[in-house]
């Protein structure tokens, strides 16, 4: 294989730099291997997405803390990764994401308050999957990426010209899930994308502690490219992800892709980041921020004006005041919600535990009404 004419093995070397192309001082700088022509409206757009995306979150995290959701992931940092991969999907391509992809399932479609549902465990992820093409959220880590490996084979076998998009973290390329989706990708070349949104830290244990070789590297074990991508470059990740779609809907296989980006805010809203992170690291992060570097871009050439950045920012205000007037008013799940849709079809396993449930509860309540 000539590797010089694969756009995906050279950032495999050891060393090599990730792709960028948009340095975080907001300077378009071009990549031999990935170009990336894109116009002013695509490039606002994706601006915008970000900022939406983070004042969504922002505003899910005050909600957690006034007690209105029970946790909440949050994705401050990793705007870009999620904004630029999911803005290199088709509609017809199929996603399958863990449990922090809020801005990707905003791009798809999926109802904001859908996301606050499940983490206020009103339900369990209630958007139609189909229709948005992104499966629920998953909080078993690394098991996505089977689901997506799976439902690959099966696009495959159906002859249909489609991709699908696995999410997962560093932390869960540690699990053996991982692998064995790797694993079954590679030797049926199932038209999968690997996307390792690597924010540093799982938990509190750092990278260093998951792997001694840079993640992408691990593709080559497996029989199938990686490419290492600077996760705060939005254009980048947007180029990367575009090809790496591309080269899995041709029939070539999967394909891993390592995003370096930062979690900004702790691993969940019932963790506390400073316990195992220095304020130097995260000022460190602060001044590679994805949106600061997409703004100044646009400053830059000329593209945006203050009116546009305040618009976008009144655009996002109105979400989250939207947002957190509807969760206030999210009824509470019945009891007996835990019984449904254990089974397609009605199971007399579950109508037992449904009525043995039923009598329970009288001991405690009474007879219901």
């Not at 254009?235 to 041709?250: G, I, K």
Request: proline fraction near 6%; glycine fraction near 8%; charge should be negative.
């Amino acid at each position: 294989m000539d590797t010089k004419k694969n756009a995906f093995l050279p950032a495999g070397e050891p060393g090599a730099e990730p792709v960028q192309l948009l340095t975080p001082d907001g300077e378009r700088v071009h990549h031999p291997d990935h170009p990336l022509d894109i116009g002013p409206d695509e490039l606002r757009q994706l601006y915008r997405d970000m900022v939406v995306a983070r004042r969504f979150d922002s505003e899910a995290v005050a909600l957690q803390r006034q007690g209105e959701l029970a946790l909440w992931a949050s994705l401050r940092g990793q705007e870009a990764a999620q904004v630029g991969s999911a803005h290199a999907t088709r509609r017809d391509d199929f996603v399958f994401p863990t449990y922090r992809e809020h801005a990707v399932a905003l791009h798809r479609g999926v109802d904001p308050l859908a996301l606050l549902r499940l983490y206020r465990g009103v339900d369990h992820g209630s958007w139609p999957t189909s229709v948005h093409g992104m499966n629920i959220y998953s909080l078993v880590i690394g098991a996505p990426t089977l689901h997506a490996t799976g439902y690959a084979m099966g696009v495959a076998l159906d002859g249909e010209e489609t991709a699908v998009l696995s999410y997962f973290g560093d932390g869960a390329s540690s699990q053996g899930d991982v692998a064995e989706a790797f694993t079954f990708a590679s030797v049926h070349q199932a038209p999968v994308v690997f996307f390792c949104q690597n924010n540093q830290w799982a938990i509190s244990t750092p990278v260093a502690s998951q792997t001694r070789v840079p993640i992408h590297r691990r593709a080559a074990g497996f029989g199938f490219p990686g490419v290492y991508v600077d996760g705060n470059d939005v254009l980048a990740v947007l180029a990367v992800t575009r090809a790496a779609l591309a080269h899995a809907r041709s029939g070539a296989g999967p394909v891993l892709i390592e995003a370096l980006t930062y979690r900004m805010n702790g691993h969940a809203t019932s963790d506390d980041p400073t316990r195992y992170r220095s304020e130097e690291e995260t000022a460190h992060w602060a001044r590679k921020d994805p949106l600061a570097r997409l703004a100044a871009h646009l400053t830059r050439e000329g593209l945006a004006d203050s009116g546009y950045f305040d618009m976008v920012d009144e655009e996002a205000e109105e979400l989250a005041v939207g947002v957190r007037e509807q969760v206030r008013v999210l009824p509470s799940p019945s009891t007996d919600a835990i019984f449904d849709h254990v089974y397609a079809e009605p199971h007399s396993l579950v109508d037992e535990e449904r009525a043995e449930y039923a009598r329970f509860r009288e001991t405690l309540t009474g007879p219901s009404s």
